[in-house]
């Protein structure tokens, strides 16, 4: 069966650093994996999606994700933090079959300071 | 905008009445689910429909039903709220292919 593993529930991060959230699956199929942000009191957006293509995937507001299948990875990267990254991150793993479920985990608040 | 609306917003009721959300898409779109959000959990799917009343449980399904008698409507029941229940409820549709899901901007439920 699927999973995804989040390491780390919240993070912080001065303004102007490397924004690094972890992310590892377990997948019996190949995977498609996504990044989620949610933004307070408001709906997931989806920020990129892996889905066997390139394996370093560019997303939205500057952040991009590496797929590595020997390390059963998909961390989210960003280069420099802004204040306006404060949300929390959520990576998510699709189940098999035709039922395009997502399978999600816990989810990472990342605290962005000045 | 996924054209996805979830009604009602916000609700507080009280353990043992029956709380009925209602998801409403506007694009004939075949799969929709409904997840559940809580601290420490992250989502965690009840129920999800692949077409008019073709619905199938998720992992969190018990205490819950649904329903979907025509493509834009996909309604989650909670027969007999309980405490547990207070969670905050997100309705999501996909695209067949990549299997990305699209939210609504969830229901929050407060069971007392």
């Known amino acids: 069966a699927q999973s995804v593993t989040q390491l780390g529930s919240h993070v912080s991060v001065s303004e102007g650093a490397l924004v690094l959230l972890r992310c590892n699956y377990s997948?019996?199929?190949?995977?498609?994996l996504f990044w989620y942000v949610q933004y307070p009191n408001q709906g997931l957006q989806l920020l990129l999606k892996?889905?066997?293509?390139?394996?370093l995937v560019k997303g939205i507001n500057g952040f991009e994700a590496e797929f590595k299948k020997s390390e059963t990875s998909f961390h989210l990267t960003k280069p420099s933090a802004h204040m306006s990254d404060a949300a929390e991150y959520f990576c998510?793993?699709?189940?098999?079959?035709?039922?395009?479920?997502?399978?999600f985990g816990t989810g990472t608040l990342l605290a962005v300071q000045p | 905008d996924a054209g996805i609306t979830q009604s009602p917003r916000h609700k507080v009721t009280e353990t043992g009445t029956p709380v009925t959300l209602r998801c409403h898409q506007t694009?004939?779109?075949?799969?929709m689910y409904w997840y559940r959000q809580d601290p420490g959990h992250g989502l965690r799917l009840i129920h999800y429909?692949?077409?008019?009343?073709?619905?199938d449980k998720g992992e969190v399904s018990d205490g819950y039903s649904v329903s979907r008698s025509k493509t834009e409507d996909f309604l989650l029941t909670l027969e007999s709220a309980t405490s547990s229940q207070t969670s905050v409820y997100f309705c999501?549709?996909?695209?067949?292919?990549?299997?990305?899901?699209?939210f609504g901007e969830g229901s929050r439920l407060t069971v007392l």
């Open positions: 998510a793993v699709r189940e098999g079959g035709a039922t395009n479920k997502l399978i």
């Open positions: 997948s019996s199929v190949p995977p498609y």
């Open positions: 892996y889905t066997s293509a390139a394996t």
């Open positions: 694009e004939n779109h075949r799969y």
């Open positions: 429909s692949y077409g008019v009343k073709d619905t």
């Open positions: 999501a549709i996909t695209t067949e292919g990549t299997g990305e899901l699209f």
